[in-house]
């Protein structure tokens, strides 16, 4: 169990900080995040939305209990990283969209040492039901 708790942590932790990292400037909505979104041809308004979302993602990450809001959180962050994903490769950038790979990475181990330490404490069941 500890071995997986380790692993959950790290993996959700990367995850949230990459996520942040990428949220903030959403929010704030900095030059370079209005000039990558005017890159993408995405409307301005969407940027700030786009940047709460994934915070309030992150907190329901990363707080305990509400295993049905984990799942919808974890659902809309393989939304947000396919979109971008997508986006790149639209544009003709996907050699620029390695990271995006990565963060499919994390975010996957993140969700199968969730559900692991679920099923080692006995609570897997709460998370589909």
Do not use: N
């Amino acid at each position: 169990m500890k071995k997986t708790t380790v692993l959950y942590w790290i993996f959700t932790g990367l995850l949230a900080v990459g996520i942040t990292m990428s949220a903030i400037p959403d929010v704030l909505s900095v030059a370079e995040a209005k000039a990558v979104f005017q890159h993408l041809g995405y409307p301005m308004y969407l940027l700030p939305f786009l940047g709460i979302a994934k915070l309030l993602a992150v907190i329901a990450i990363v707080t305990p209990g509400h295993p049905r809001l984990k799942e919808w959180a974890y659902a809309g962050l393989v939304y947000d990283i396919t979109g971008a994903f997508y986006s790149s490769i639209s544009i003709g950038e996907g050699a620029s969209a390695w990271p995006i790979i990565i963060f499919y990475g994390v975010l996957a181990g993140s969700y199968i040492y969730h559900h692991k330490k679920l099923k080692e404490s006995g609570r897997a069941h709460l998370s589909v039901a």
